[in-house]
C-alpha cells in the first residue's frame, strides 16, 4: 500500500538553527513529490515538485531534496515567520494520479 | 493568474441539515480536488473531477457528493451533516497530473 510518513510531527528551533524534516514514502512507482506549507486555518501553499532521487530544488532559506525512498525540507538559519505546518505528499505512476499525503511536520522558530 | 477561489470561507450549519460548497479553479485547470482536513485526521481526500468526470474518490460515504461544470467549476455536496462533518474543506486544482494548488478553504462548523 502507498504510504507517506513525515517526522518528527513537531519541532522547535531556535531562530537561526538549522534543521531538516523528513518524508518517508513507499510508493509503486513515484511519478512525483511535492511540499507544501500550511499556516493555521489556511491551504497548503505550494513550494516544490521532485521528480527523480538525486534532485534538489530551493528557495530562500529552504532546500528540498530526494532519494529513492525519502525526501528532506532543509530549513537554513529559520527566522519566525517560517513557522508552519510543512506537508509531503507523493503521486504514483500507477493509474489514478492520486495525491499520498503525510500528516505533516509542526515547525515553531522562537524569536 | 488568479489562484483557487473557494466559496464561502466559513459556513455554520446545525445537524441534519445540508451545505453546498463551491470551488472555482486556476483559469485553465481541469482538475479539481477535495479534500477534508481535521486536527487528528490530517488531509483527506475526498473525490477529484477532471472534466467534468469523477476520477478519482476517496473513503468516505455515499452522503458526501461533488460535480464540475463544464467551465471546471466544483461544488461539493454534505448531505445530514453531523458534528464529525466540522472540518475544513480544501479544493485543489490542476491542469491534468502534475502539482496541485490549493484554495484557502471552507470551515465548516456543525452545531
Known amino acids: 500500500e502507498d504510504q507517506v510518513t513525515q517526522s518528527p510531527e513537531a519541532l522547535r528551533l531556535q531562530e537561526g538553527e538549522s534543521s531538516s524534516l523528513n518524508c518517508s514514502y513507499t510508493?509503486?512507482?513515484?511519478?512525483?513529490l511535492f511540499w507544501y506549507r500550511q499556516d493555521p486555518g489556511k491551504g497548503p501553499e505550494f513550494l516544490f515538485t521532485l521528480y527523480s532521487a538525486g534532485e534538489e530544488k530551493e528557495k530562500e532559506r529552504l532546500k528540498a531534496t530526494l532519494t529513492k525512498k525519502e525526501s528532506f525540507l532543509h530549513i537554513t538559519a529559520p527566522k519566525p515567520e517560517d513557522s508552519a505546518t510543512y506537508l509531503c505528499?507523493?503521486?504514483?505512476?500507477?493509474?489514478?494520479?492520486?495525491?499520498?499525503f503525510g500528516t505533516g511536520t509542526r515547525l515553531k522558530v522562537l524569536a | 493568474k488568479a489562484g483557487v477561489t473557494q466559496t464561502p470561507r466559513y459556513l455554520i450549519k446545525t445537524r441534519g441539515q445540508q451545505v453546498t460548497l463551491s470551488c472555482s479553479p486556476i483559469?485553465?485547470?481541469?482538475?479539481v480536488s477535495w479534500y477534508q482536513q481535521t486536527p487528528g485526521q490530517g488531509l483527506q481526500f475526498l473525490f477529484e473531477?477532471?472534466?467534468?468526470?469523477?476520477?478519482n474518490k476517496g473513503n468516505f460515504p455515499g452522503r458526501f457528493s461533488g460535480r464540475q461544470f463544464s467551465n471546471s467549476r466544483s461544488e461539493m455536496n454534505v448531505s445530514t451533516l453531523e458534528l464529525g462533518d466540522s472540518a475544513l474543506y480544501l479544493c485543489?486544482?490542476?491542469?491534468?497530473?502534475?502539482?496541485?494548488?490549493f484554495g484557502p478553504g471552507t470551515r465548516l462548523t456543525v452545531l
Open positions: 485543489a486544482s490542476r491542469q491534468d497530473t502534475d502539482t496541485q494548488y
Open positions: 505528499a507523493v503521486q504514483a505512476t500507477s493509474g489514478t494520479y492520486k495525491y499520498i
Open positions: 510508493v509503486s512507482g513515484l511519478r512525483g
Open positions: 483559469s485553465g485547470h481541469r482538475s
Open positions: 473531477y477532471f472534466s467534468e468526470t469523477q476520477r
